[in-house]
């Protein structure tokens, strides 16, 4: 199923996870698997590992997500290192899978490796994937702040209109911590005449260094409330799940009282954390 008719239908709500690292079996992720499933969310999409490494391994656990655990599944697709016959083999594989959704990205940057940069950026390879095999869904990701290399908000906003010129679909968020931002840049969408549907991307604040290096990573603004929420529970490693899943959950019901189109929750392949989550929502969707 195409993600995007699902947004005609509900409230979506979706999950990511990452492959194994490539020095162990791909069956060890088989569990996290099975207990997301059991949430039933809309969809489950695969990250490509660590700085881009899942390799074929993003395919291969969106197809166990499809055919083993009966979830619709995205696969994430960056492309700054990948020539066109690359992306036409990806392309190739996912369809023998039966993975209709893709999330094309531009990547980062891995340190001491060259970018092939036949896809400059993500709206090309987005353009590429429209033109090479239609019936894909196509995900785009946003920046509720702005991209980190973005010169401006409004810059970032042209380049995010280019994606959805160039044939996103849909559209899911950065991570963010305060929602009246994410408000604002919903309204820079649609006053750009971005109209897709955009799902918020929400971290839970479980684990003080993680948070800590994704902030750094992405620039997303940590409110008060956060920093303080570190300071205290940071040490001790159940209260600041407890304290992180609570505060997520807060976070979620504000967007859906006012009326987002989806939550997409970055698990970091903890189904604990996401199952005290679905369980606090189910009634909201």
Known sequence: MRTTDLFTQKTVFSLEVFPPKRDMPLE????????????????????CGANGQGGNRTAEVAATIKHTYHCETVAHLPCLYLTEDDVRHTLQELKVHGIENILALRGDETPGKTPIRVFEHAAD??????????????????????????????????????????????LISQ???????????????EIAAINVPIEAGIMPVT??????????????????????????YGHSPVAMRDAGIACAV????????????????????????????????????
């Open 28 to 47: 060890s992720i088989y569990p996290t698997l099975q207990e997301l499933s059991r949430l039933h969310p809309d969809f489950i999409s695969v990250t």
């Open 125 to 170: 390879v987005i353009r590429f994937i429209k033109e090479e095999d239609p019936s894909f869904s196509i995900l785009g990701a946003c920046y509720p702040e702005g991209h980190t290399e973005a010169k401006t908000l409004g810059a970032d906003i042209r380049y995010l209109k280019q994606k959805v010129d160039a044939g996103a679909d849909e």
């Open 175 to 189: 991570l963010f911590f305060d929602n009246e931002l994410f408000y604002r840049f919903l309204e820079r969408c």
């Open 207 to 232: 684990n003080k260094k993680q948070i800590e290096r994704m902030v750094s990573l992405c620039g997303a603004t940590l409110p008060v409330k956060y920093q303080r929420l570190l300071a205290k």
């Open 250 to 285: 807060e976070q979620i019901i504000d967007l859906l009282a006012n009326g987002v189109d989806g939550i997409h929750v970055y698990t970091m392949n903890n189904p604990y954390i996401a199952g005290k989550i679905a369980a606090a929502i189910k009634n909201l969707i």
